[in-house]
């Protein structure tokens, strides 16, 4: 098969991180795939040839231009199915390039583009503008076989929307390296000591700092007493909302909080031990059509507060794994939050339940439930 993405390494982010796992996975099972990627990039990955496309930088994205190095991708690997990751420019034009060789397509719906543009357009402005761009997400994705949703709010969204031929896939998520262990790993604990050295109840954030995670919220949090905001990723916002969480902490009035802490971008083990040194999982955004970190921030034996809309609401099990807060109510988020600020036992039996959730969610087994969709597209294109 090939994958056409939109978002290769180096760049970090959801898309990336599926299309590496399940390209890992491919790998394993014993299947050959070709990707075709944004450059620069690896020329392999995991085995796999990688045709790199010429990029420009678009908000901190590396994005690829949909030249005619796809149709020539294609023609050269000549792939039993073409699965195309979000797609947009790269994938619209490995939608077209694809039924011009009549090869069976599997689209992988990802990134909540409409709302998104509706987020960063004022008024009528923005709701014009969303409304287009479901117009062109609609026609690009009446071009695949199959459309594959994460979540089934997702999935309803995609259906009131007219998409035709959609399905559910989820994602995995690397048990083997997000899971509870790490808490007790000794440069775990030094990581812990220095970023709560008076015993703060670390409040900890992962994903891309930028204006559609709606990080603004986090505000809110800053005051809570005895509390460290730690926020790994990197973005457009970072400079911005560094300053404006602490100045919330500065403004507090009697013994402020120490000032948050930005970590960076992390991966790998130095991610599992970020992920290990918090006490509370919080994300913020209400357009996620999934939410990865959610996941990971589960299998790492941590409660987890998220919006009650899109993703999350297939993600987190509200009183049982953590609680989903009313994005319209304000100070709901603190209102969980601080439940479970103020009870370490709350904390402990909900984290305890996270790794259980995902347990049967390994990138195996959702690369395999995957190869049944390619399957079943090859199929629908025969018949």
């Not at 035709?164 to 690397?174: E, Y």
């Not at 991610?271 to 589960?298: I, M, N, P, S």
Request: hydrophobic share 40%.
């Amino acid at each position: 098969m090939a994958i056409a993405t939109e978002s290769f390494l180096p760049s970090l982010n959801g898309v990336t991180t599926s299309v590496c796992r399940v390209a890992e996975s491919l790998r394993e099972q014993g299947h050959k795939a070709m990707i075709i990627a944004p450059g620069p990039a690896p020329a392999t990955f995991a085995g796999h040839v990688v045709r790199t496309l010429p990029g420009v930088p678009v908000r901190g994205f590396r994005a690829g231009l949909p030249t005619r190095g796809v149709r020539r991708a294609l023609r050269d690997f000549r792939p039993d199915v073409v699965h195309v990751a979000s797609p947009f420019l790269v994938g619209a034009r490995g939608l077209h390039n694809a039924k011009s060789f009549d090869i069976p397509t599997v689209a992988i719906y990802q990134t909540d583009m409409p709302n998104y543009v509706q987020q960063h357009g004022p008024g009528a402005l923005g709701r014009g503008a969303s409304s287009l761009t479901w117009e062109w997400v609609r026609r690009l994705h009446s071009r695949a076989d199959l459309t594959l949703a994460p979540s089934r709010p997702t999935l309803e969204e995609l259906r009131a929307h007219r998409i035709p031929r959609t399905g559910l896939w989820g994602r995995g998520v690397d048990t083997r390296l997000f899971n509870p262990t790490w808490k007790e790993d000794p440069d775990t604990r030094a990581l812990k000591q220095a970023l709560a050295p008076n015993g703060e109840t670390i409040l900890g954030y992962v994903g891309r700092l930028a204006p559609e995670k709606e990080l603004h919220r986090l505000a809110e949090l800053a005051q809570l007493p005895g509390t460290r905001l730690v926020l790994v990723g990197e973005g457009p916002s970072r400079n911005e909302l560094g300053a404006r969480l602490a100045e919330v902490v500065a403004r507090t009035s009697g013994r402020p909080n120490l000032p948050p802490a930005f970590l960076g971008p992390r991966t790998g083990a130095d991610l599992a031990r970020a992920y290990a040194t918090f006490d509370v999982f919080v994300h913020t955004g209400t357009k996620e059509t999934f939410g990865q970190t959610l996941q990971e921030g589960a299998a790492s034996g941590l409660p987890v507060v998220a919006p009650a809309v899109g993703g999350p609401l297939d993600l987190v099990a509200h009183g049982e794994t953590g609680y989903l807060f009313d994005p319209e109510v304000r100070g709901d988020i603190t209102r969980w939050v601080a439940e479970l600020v103020d009870s370490p036992s709350l904390r402990e039996s909900m984290g305890a339940a996270g790794p259980s959730m995902v347990a049967d969610r390994s990138w195996d087994s959702l690369t395999t439930q995957l190869v049944g969709h390619y399957e079943h597209a090859i199929g629908a294109r025969a018949a």
